[in-house]
Antibody
Framework: EVQLVESGGGLVQPGGSLRLSCAASGFTFSTYWMHWVRQVPGKGLVWVGHINTDGSTTRYADSVRGRYTFSRDNAKNTLYLQIDSLRAEDTAVYYC??????????WGQGALVTVSS | DIVMTQSPDSLAVSLGERATINCKSSQSLLYSSNNKYSLAWYQQKPGHPPRLLIY???ARESGVPDRFSGSGSGTDFTLTISSLQAEDVAVYYCHEYVGSSTFGQGTRVELK
């Protein structure tokens, strides 16, 4: 069974940093591009970006470019999202998702990041 | 960037009745390599992640009931639930993946 499990969310102060992890199982992680999508509670889905199979290519939404960094460790079957200089507007549930051929066919359960002092 | 606009924002449908959700893109979603439209639909229930329903505008994901269907071409697409069931109450999102990847704002489906 395909599983994606996010971790690392929580309450963070403005200006701080945080790294989310997405542990993958049930499929050959190293052969799939992966996405990040975020959702402010009660609001819609926003695509954050994606990363290719070996981590050499990343694409970010304009709204997060420069502060967000995607990486992956295929030996550990884990995807990462590093967010620096956190702002209140980064408060959201962050989902990792497996890329099929552009669409997202499997989603994690999400990790809530709350930025507040 | 491509802008995705769903309509309506919400709709109330009686059990067993048809629900129709529209999604309009600001540019054609035709993927020239396979002549298909790069449009997916997802269902999201409260407290849960999205679930893939439809891809390539009309291909139903494995395990999705056949009351869900997708149609459309060019810039105009539709998700139809032919006979609404109680478990279909959710928010539905369209998603283009021919460009940089953009979601519609969502359509909430409720029971009348």
């Amino acid at each position: 069974e395909v599983q994606l499990v996010e971790s690392g969310g929580g309450l963070v102060q403005p200006g701080g940093s945080l790294r989310l992890s997405c542990a993958a199982s049930g499929f050959t992680f190293s052969t799939y591009w992966m996405h990040w999508v975020r959702q402010v509670p009660g609001k819609g889905l926003v695509w954050v970006g994606h990363i290719n199979t070996d981590g050499s290519t990343t694409r970010y939404a304009d709204s997060v470019r420069g502060r967000y960094t995607f990486s992956r460790d295929n030996a550990k079957n884990t995807l990462y999202l590093q967010i620096d200089s956190l702002r209140a507007e980064d408060t959201a549930v962050y989902y990792c998702g497996r890329n099929a051929a552009g669409w997202i066919d499997k989603w994690g359960q999400g990790a809530l990041v709350t930025v507040s002092s | 960037d491509i802008v995705m606009t769903q309509s309506p924002d919400s709709l109330a449908v009686s059990l067993g009745e048809r629900a129709t959700i529209n999604c309009k893109s600001s540019q054609s979603l035709l993927y020239s390599s396979n002549n298909k439209y790069s449009l997916a639909w997802y269902q999201q229930k409260p407290g849960h992640p999205p679930r893939l329903l439809i891809y390539w505008a009309s291909a139903r994901e494995s395990g999705v009931p056949d009351r869900f269907s997708g149609s459309g071409s060019g810039t105009d697409f539709t998700l139809t639930i032919s006979s609404l069931q109680a478990e279909d109450v959710a928010v539905y999102y369209c998603h283009e993946y021919v460009g940089s990847s953009t979601f519609g704002q969502g359509t909430r489906v409720e029971l009348k």
